[in-house]
């Protein structure tokens, strides 16, 4: 009898353990929007995945995601390929130079923004670069020195991030490059392997990978491998090309997949083929490779709805240990969830996103996920959701229509005398009219006041955080915290 009831306080005790462990996840699952933005060029996620920083047409936003509130805005003149947080803690944009007010071209640029020191926020330009025989920059990447390593895909070499000091009269270059050996780069990934630094580059136009030590210098020769994506059986016939793979370096730790002494792993997404593979890196010798051996591989149109599974799936993200995988493509509106478990690669579901996926972003921590989303090619609808612990969603989930900052922003209008409505977080007709109310100076105090009080400039903030497109036509002075 004891030990009956022994056993029934075990299970009782287990149930409620594992309630809560579920409450406790489903607690930390959130999500929030940002609306009508511009076209979004690069989104990058701080440690933790509690800021984001966001380029859009020439211009950096930064925004603290709990409550979503914009506290930084400023023009950068350059339309970024890719965003990066630096080991430094700078943040750096790489992509071609701007004409203000416009997508004119004004040649490859290179920036690093530092953190305030004052207020811990705001970022300020404090190194550039222009112009170095190169048309645009493609990707940027981290040595284990904390150097930035640039690429692009018009060349076959990459260099640290340019200084002035770096440059000898007369434009000419003197500092040293890297070298490819399979063409020019759409994506550059650099990290250690054993103490000594590697690079894996996703060769632009092409199904191809190239790996090898990170070896710097002007008079040293290409080292790198070719790694084709898709192996060839004898006699078939190689498929043609377009797209350039997307990939991700995937941390191994103790799985049953680090056999051999193996740390890392390769996730590839393959657009010519709709296809998701990992790849061990294995030892051989004082060397590694990037090995076929035991590969994992998933055929991803299957998992696409019915009307959508001609998309070509073209954008990846996931942690760093490859617990949470997205892919989407631009022509659908639904994001594929992956997992790889330490032993496979496991389909998770979908979610619903209500519009065409154009990014995606996740931090390497996994806490924190954004889908942008629009119809229109060039941005002007499109949407960024915030998905806090997104290893929390069900196998199948649409895209919420209600929103806390909404439902903020709705209970500040109610205040200053506009209706929005009952506050329930969905942005509808009469919240959007009470916006417009507001800004027109229809409330009890206009925004643009010399007597406006907190409440207003507060409410004023709330409706930029979720709606930027106001701040972008006005001065980025108008921010509160800026």
Known sequence: MFQRYLIALCLALLTTLAGAAHAQSEARLRFDTIFDLPFVQSLEFAPGGRELFVAVEGHLLQWELDPLNLVHHQNTQILANEMVLGPDRKLYSVGLGSAR???????????????????GTAFEAVEANSNLGISQYSSIAFDSGGNAILASASS?????????????????????????????????????IDGVDHYLASTAGQATLEFGKLDLGGERGASGECFMVEQMEKG????????????????????????????????????????LSLFRIEPFGETHFL?????????????????????????????????????????????????????GLNYRGRIATGAPVQRLEMSSDGAAAAIVTGRAPFGGDWRITVIENPAALSDWLQVPASFPSIKALQEQLNTQDLSAGFPDGILGPQTTAA?????????????????????????????????????LKEKPARLVND
């Open 101 to 119: 007010g416009s997508f004119n071209q004004a040649g490859s640029k290179a920036v690093a923004f530092g953190r305030d020191g004052a207020s």
């Open 435 to 471: 916006v417009g109310d507001f800004l027109s100076g229809k409330g009890r105090t206009s925004p643009g006041s010399n007597e406006a009080d907190g409440q207003a400039q507060m409410l004023y903030q709330s409706i930029v955080s979720s709606f930027p497109k106001y701040l």
């Open 156 to 192: 076959f070499t990459a260099s640290p991030f340019p200084r002035r000091e770096d440059l000898q009269s007369g434009g000419a270059r003197n500092y040293p490059q890297l070298k490819f050996r399979c063409g020019g780069v759409s994506q550059l990934s650099i990290f250690a």
């Open 236 to 275: 078939q016939k190689r498929q043609p090309t377009f797209d350039a793979v997307r990939h991700a370096v995937i941390d191994l730790g103790d799985t049953p997949f680090s056999i051999e002494g193996a740390s890392k792993a390769i996730m590839v997404l393959n657009p010519n083929s709709n296809r």
């Open 291 to 343: 090995s076929r051996l035991g590969a994992l591989e998933l055929e991803l149109s299957k998992f696409m709805p019915s009307d959508a599974q001609e998309a070509v799936l073209t954008d990846l993200a996931t942690d760093a240990e490859g617990r949470e995988v997205h892919v989407s493509s631009t022509s659908a509106s639904v994001v594929l969830r992956f997992e790889f478990d330490g032993t």
